[in-house]
């Protein structure tokens, strides 16, 4: 498992709680991985957007112009599970070696 | 500073992605920069470079898509646009046929005369990928405007010099205040039919590169721009059969009839109508 897969199953998890304003979701993320810059979540946003695991829309904002928002899809879902059992696999396997204990 | 951040993601970004992810990417990356705004040297830390925030967006395949694109319209002014130049004299030959070239025949002659065939590729290829980007939504660019009318007050010079000189040669030389004295076999030209030489010649390679920038700015601006593209491929054909036509010429006073030039003329003007007709419907 990569950092890339661990931003990604950070950020579907945070999608998976409720839809997310974009630039809000980005700010979350670069505050838990500070050495990620924000493009480099954003392009991981925009990657799965295009696999079809997020979709975005405009949603309204009470103080100014429409925000972009983004939701989790079916299909988000299902890479959501999967990459969380990968991140159990590598846990379990990394007790097991006493890594982390 | 934020405003140089931006313009030049933005540029970045028009060149490297297609239009409409261009478009969300550019969008996106207002509300990030702006909100808060912050200093340019924060956003190269939190985000890094254009270049670098672009290329991690950018899809290999889609991107050699459009580099053959541009590759291939390029390659379609430029190679003949550029080839009176002395360096690629060797291209001329093929492009237009070589001044000395017996086999010399308009167009498509047996000696080789792509210049033609590379400009009809370079039209249909611009306007069929011209008709797949996005429509543009927004008012037409006044520059576009500006440029075309450059672009065909051109055609529209080239056409009149190249008229004046094929109905009467001598009377043009006396116009400019000397006799022709480039007949014969030695090929000297009088200063007259060399200014006009020369104006084809460096009109032709200006309207070829104005047509390529017009490219360039059709990815990064505005599809419209593909009209530039297709009025300077028009100029840049005109310019340079014309120049072909007249440097081809040994003695066109002895053994030339009355009207010789007719077909010519004709050819010229079916490029302009056509070139004109591109240039309208990647207006649209």
Redesign the interface.
């Given at each position: 498992m990569l950092k890339k897969d661990l931003i990604e199953l950070c950020l579907l998890h945070l999608l998976a709680q409720g839809d997310q304003y974009?630039?809000e979701l980005?700010r979350r993320l670069?505050h838990t991985f500070p050495d990620t810059?924000?493009?480099?979540v954003?392009?991981l946003l925009?990657g799965l957007c295009r696999e079809g695991c997020s979709q975005q829309y405009l949603g309204a904002a009470s103080d100014g112009p429409a925000?972009?928002y983004y939701r989790l899809t079916a299909q988000g879902r299902d890479k959501l599970a999967a990459l969380t059992e990968q991140w159990r696999s590598l846990r379990d396997a990394l007790s097991e070696l006493g890594i982390g204990e | 500073m934020k405003k140089d951040y931006m313009a030049r993601l933005e540029r970045t970004a028009r060149w490297w992605l297609p239009r409409q992810e261009a478009q969300d990417v550019i969008a996106d990356y207002r509300d990030i920069v702006g909100s808060p705004p912050r200093p340019e040297r924060e956003l190269l830390r939190d985000l890094g470079k254009p270049r670098e925030v672009v290329m991690q967006l950018a899809q290999p395949k889609v991107y050699l898509r459009w580099l053959a694109v541009f590759t291939v319209l390029s390659a379609c002014i430029l190679i003949p646009g550029l080839s009176p130049f002395g360096p690629f004299w060797f291209i001329w030959d093929k492009c237009f046929a070589g001044p000395y070239d017996p086999n010399f025949a308009f167009p498509g002659g047996p000696a080789g005369h792509y210049g033609p065939v590379l400009a009809l590729l370079g039209a249909i290829v611009a306007l069929i990928w011209s008709r797949r980007q996005q429509r543009e939504e927004g008012p037409r660019p006044k520059a576009i405007l500006v440029f075309l009318a450059l672009l065909l007050a051109w055609i529209g010079a080239a056409l009149l010099l190249f008229w004046t000189w094929a109905r009467d040669p001598v009377t043009f030389s006396k116009v400019w205040g000397e006799m022709p004295s480039w007949i014969g076999p030695d090929r000297m030209v009088s200063r007259s039919v060399q200014t006009l030489l020369s104006t084809l010649e460096y009109g032709g390679i200006a309207m070829a590169l104005i047509g390529e920038s017009g490219l360039v700015r059709a990815r990064t601006k505005d599809r419209r721009w593909v009209a530039v593209y297709l009025l300077g491929l028009a100029a840049m054909l005109i310019s340079m059969e014309s120049l072909a036509l007249l440097v081809s010429m040994q003695t066109p006073e002895s053994t030339l009839q009355a009207g010789w030039w007719h077909p010519h003329m004709q050819y010229y003007l079916a490029i302009t109508v056509a070139g004109l007709a591109g240039a309208g419907v990647s207006l649209c």
């Amino acid at each position: 498992m990569l950092k890339k897969d661990l931003i990604e199953l950070c950020l579907l998890h945070l999608l998976a709680q409720g839809d997310q304003y974009g630039y809000e979701l980005l700010r979350r993320l670069h505050h838990t991985f500070p050495d990620t810059q924000e493009s480099t979540v954003y392009a991981l946003l925009r990657g799965l957007c295009r696999e079809g695991c997020s979709q975005q829309y405009l949603g309204a904002a009470s103080d100014g112009p429409a925000r972009k928002y983004y939701r989790l899809t079916a299909q988000g879902r299902d890479k959501l599970a999967a990459l969380t059992e990968q991140w159990r696999s590598l846990r379990d396997a990394l007790s097991e070696l006493g890594i982390g204990e | 500073m934020k405003k140089d951040y931006m313009a030049r993601l933005e540029r970045t970004a028009r060149w490297w992605l297609p239009r409409q992810e261009a478009q969300d990417v550019i969008a996106d990356y207002r509300d990030i920069v702006g909100s808060p705004p912050r200093p340019e040297r924060e956003l190269l830390r939190d985000l890094g470079k254009p270049r670098e925030v672009v290329m991690q967006l950018a899809q290999p395949k889609v991107y050699l898509r459009w580099l053959a694109v541009f590759t291939v319209l390029s390659a379609c002014i430029l190679i003949p646009g550029l080839s009176p130049f002395g360096p690629f004299w060797f291209i001329w030959d093929k492009c237009f046929a070589g001044p000395y070239d017996p086999n010399f025949a308009f167009p498509g002659g047996p000696a080789g005369h792509y210049g033609p065939v590379l400009a009809l590729l370079g039209a249909i290829v611009a306007l069929i990928w011209s008709r797949r980007q996005q429509r543009e939504e927004g008012p037409r660019p006044k520059a576009i405007l500006v440029f075309l009318a450059l672009l065909l007050a051109w055609i529209g010079a080239a056409l009149l010099l190249f008229w004046t000189w094929a109905r009467d040669p001598v009377t043009f030389s006396k116009v400019w205040g000397e006799m022709p004295s480039w007949i014969g076999p030695d090929r000297m030209v009088s200063r007259s039919v060399q200014t006009l030489l020369s104006t084809l010649e460096y009109g032709g390679i200006a309207m070829a590169l104005i047509g390529e920038s017009g490219l360039v700015r059709a990815r990064t601006k505005d599809r419209r721009w593909v009209a530039v593209y297709l009025l300077g491929l028009a100029a840049m054909l005109i310019s340079m059969e014309s120049l072909a036509l007249l440097v081809s010429m040994q003695t066109p006073e002895s053994t030339l009839q009355a009207g010789w030039w007719h077909p010519h003329m004709q050819y010229y003007l079916a490029i302009t109508v056509a070139g004109l007709a591109g240039a309208g419907v990647s207006l649209c």
